[in-house]
């Protein structure tokens, strides 16, 4: 399966997923049949930080919508198509790798990011998120930058 880097972002090497998807590395990761999707996406903005209100309205933030537009381009790079049906969701939040080598001690709490991560996918990965009948969110290994570490299945 071709892999390819994203400058900025730092993969933990051999690291294997508990649920048996094999080695991440950085980048996005077709089957040849398109029915599992892998992308290892930038550090998500935080679900507190993803509404405004603006002018009365309920909005997306900045930090919402340039974190949409960066898995959009990734997505449009690599010529993803949706997954028709209902699909399974498993996502991996990685804190980031302090500059001493350690796991950093601030990061998102796991929930916050699943929403933020749904909506990014929406159209991508999937036509709409009523398609997730199953998700799996773990924290895991730290890496520079943080990373979201996501596979998409069929179900």
């Given at each position: 399966?071709?892999?390819?880097?994203?400058?900025?972002?730092?993969?933990?090497?051999?690291?294997?997923?508990?649920?048996?998807?094999?080695?991440?590395?950085?980048?996005?990761?077709?089957?040849?049949?398109?029915?599992?999707?892998?992308?290892?996406?930038?550090?998500?903005?935080?679900?507190?930080?993803?509404?405004?209100?603006?002018?009365?309205?309920?909005?997306?933030?900045?930090?919402?919508?340039?974190?949409?537009?960066?898995?959009?381009?990734?997505?449009?790079?690599?010529?993803?198509?949706?997954?028709?049906?209902?699909?399974?969701?498993?996502?991996?939040?990685?804190?980031?790798?302090?500059?001493?080598?350690?796991?950093?001690?601030?990061?998102?709490?796991?929930?916050?990011?699943?929403?933020?991560?749904?909506?990014?996918?929406?159209?991508?990965?999937?036509?709409?998120?009523?398609?997730?009948?199953?998700?799996?969110?773990?924290?895991?290994?730290?890496?520079i930058g943080g990373a979201l570490l996501v596979?998409?299945?069929?179900?």
């Amino acid at each position: 399966m071709p892999q390819d880097d994203l400058a900025g972002v730092g993969a933990v090497p051999g690291w294997q997923l508990p649920w048996g998807a094999g080695v991440f590395r950085v980048g996005v990761v077709c089957d040849g049949w398109r029915r599992m999707i892998r992308l290892t996406l930038l550090y998500p903005v935080s679900a507190n930080r993803y509404w405004r209100v603006f002018g009365g309205r309920v909005v997306h933030s900045t930090e919402a919508r340039k974190y949409r537009e960066d898995v959009a381009a990734k997505a449009r790079k690599k010529e993803l198509q949706p997954l028709a049906g209902p699909v399974s969701v498993h996502v991996a939040l990685c804190p980031e790798l302090t500059k001493k080598g350690e796991t950093s001690k601030t990061r998102l709490d796991l929930d916050n990011c699943l929403k933020v991560a749904l909506d990014a996918l929406q159209g991508i990965a999937f036509s709409n998120d009523k398609q997730v009948i199953k998700l799996v969110a773990e924290l895991g290994p730290a890496q520079i930058g943080g990373a979201l570490l996501v596979e998409v299945k069929a179900a």
